[in-house]
């Protein structure tokens, strides 16, 4: 049994390390309003809906690595595995953080960003921006929800820039996303990019990509992404020598939404955070 007088306290410090009482106070300076949770709402912008809730985001702490449209997750799993510690990624299709994220949707988006911006602070933050409507076997249309996404996307760079973080964004070759015009003014061209930013092609075959069908299963496939970053990817730029070889893409062929494989996977967790953005012509 314990002492009558002994005095039961909870830990002093977030799982980031920063005091919870500091923390709480540039929680609500921020919304400029008291801690809103349970039955005692106030004006604050962000709303607890338990006590359990509050407590679960003060044992929070700073993370290496996020990933958002995160699909299978197979970059955070080689994060990981590579000893950094990395954010349960954002998708639609995925539950994290007890909810899937819709990030073509406003409130989703904001609520992700806080979580990025206030909790998590990533070093680095990768986004596997959905191509659908972009992709060369895509409808070719830029509807509202991928306007929203593509926003969603440079809003994020821009913010991990801006702090001297990492980021990058990884999309199919024939994806019409680097051409779209926001893109150009923040990043711009493969040919020309902006001071600080860096354009990368990776080809699937260099990385175990194999195709999924039936009929040929496990032939080696291009299926070549590039990726834009403000840190080093070069060593992600091998190129296939025999593409005559490998199996193309079809129309009708199904394929994951990343393709992302353990072996692309790790070429890109295990790339020293902080290193200098270099291009290497073809």
Avoid at 73 to 101: H, M, N, P, Q
Avoid at 161 to 179: C, D, F, H, Y
Wanted: charge should be neutral; hydrophobic fraction near 35%.
């Amino acid at each position: 049994m314990p002492a009558a007088d002994a005095v039961f306290q909870l830990a002093e410090q977030s799982g980031d390390g920063q005091s919870i009482a500091t923390k709480v106070e540039q929680f609500v300076k921020c919304g400029q309003a008291n801690v809103s949770v349970g039955d005692h709402i106030t004006n604050h912008p962000v709303y607890f809906s338990a006590r359990s809730e509050l407590q679960k985001w003060l044992k929070l702490g700073y993370v290496d690595f996020a990933e958002l449209f995160r699909g299978f997750g197979e970059l955070t799993v080689r994060v990981r595995e590579a000893g950094c510690t990395a954010s349960e990624g954002f998708d639609k299709y995925a539950i994290t953080y007890e909810r899937c994220w819709c990030l073509d949707r406003a409130a989703d988006q904001n609520d992700c960003a806080w979580l990025i911006v206030y909790s998590l602070k990533p070093k680095v933050i990768h986004l596997g921006t959905p191509c659908t409507n972009m992709c060369q076997i895509g409808q070719g249309v830029i509807d509202k929800a991928t306007e929203s996404q593509n926003r969603f996307t440079i809003k994020t760079c821009q913010h991990q820039q801006a702090l001297g973080l990492g980021v990058s964004v990884e999309n199919p070759r024939g994806s019409s996303l680097a051409r779209q015009p926001e893109f150009h003014r923040v990043f711009g061209t493969m040919e020309t990019p902006k001071p600080g930013w860096s354009y990368y092609r990776s080809e699937g075959c260099q990385f175990k990509v194999v195709y999924p069908g039936r009929d040929e299963p496990g032939r080696p496939m291009n299926k070549a992404c590039f990726w834009i970053a403000n840190f080093d990817l070069s060593c992600m730029e091998l190129r296939c020598h025999k593409p005559a070889a490998l199996m193309p893409i079809q129309d009708d062929m199904y394929l994951n939404k990343e393709q992302c494989t353990p072996s692309l996977a790790k070429d890109f967790a295990t790339r020293p955070l902080g290193s200098p953005v270099s291009r290497i012509p073809n």
